[in-house]
């Protein structure tokens, strides 16, 4: 099992300047594969928790989606971050050098030119807006901030770098809600679930109306079969505890 994260860089998505839509989008890609996200971390422009949060997750199997912060302006600080959070320094990639050239010719030169420093060991990734490519180092996939560039190069590495990776999601999902409950009366109920149905995710989300009115909502994801189970053994337990309840399935 693959496990896809992103990291979304910029402060002005944390001022709220800006509206973020690679969380969604992602999201989106993903699924549209049969695969999910597992985790999302939305950090400002601050080179000391680019570098912290790279080093946390560098060595890590995940695939990682990481936009923003790739360009050549002083608040640019992803390629020079994550050189230093994998131990090794910047070097112009002659990779990079000839797609900037091949756009740019003689005008990449001096400041355009400055995208094609990238960390040794870095592997460029296409970017079919301006040829100013993105980078991949392990298995962490550095794509710009801008999606019309950032969205076509995440799905040149998704169907390039890993095509064999697909339907990986959980097949299925039931929602069971149960009305008028608070989720202490249930929690007997739900620990005993998670022991007999240990390959079913499981999920609890409380509700709380206008007017007061409570309700449980519980989430299956897995296998149709297992998710069939489960249900059933909700629906089972719910009724002998006197409740009602109503179920929507996917």
Known sequence: M???GAIIIGDELLSGKRQDGHFHHVIS???QRGLELKWCR???DDPALIVETLRQTLPKDDIVFCFGGIGATPDDYTRQCTAEAAGTSLYRHP???A????RFGTEAYPRRILMADLPQGSRIIPNPFNRVPGFSLGQHHFLPGFPQMAWPMMDWVLDTLYPEIRNQAPETEAIVTVLDAMESPLLDMMNE???LYPDVRFSSLPHLGENGERKVEFGLRGTRP???LGTAYLKQEIGKLGLMLQDTAD
Do not use: D, Q, S
């Open 193 to 195: 679930f998670v022991k």
């Open 99 to 102: 797609e900037i050239e091949a």
């Open 2 to 4: 693959n496990h896809f």
């Open 95 to 97: 990779e990079a050098v």
């Open 226 to 228: 297992r998710v069939a």
């Open 29 to 31: 890609m993903l699924t």
């Open 42 to 44: 939305i950090i400002g």
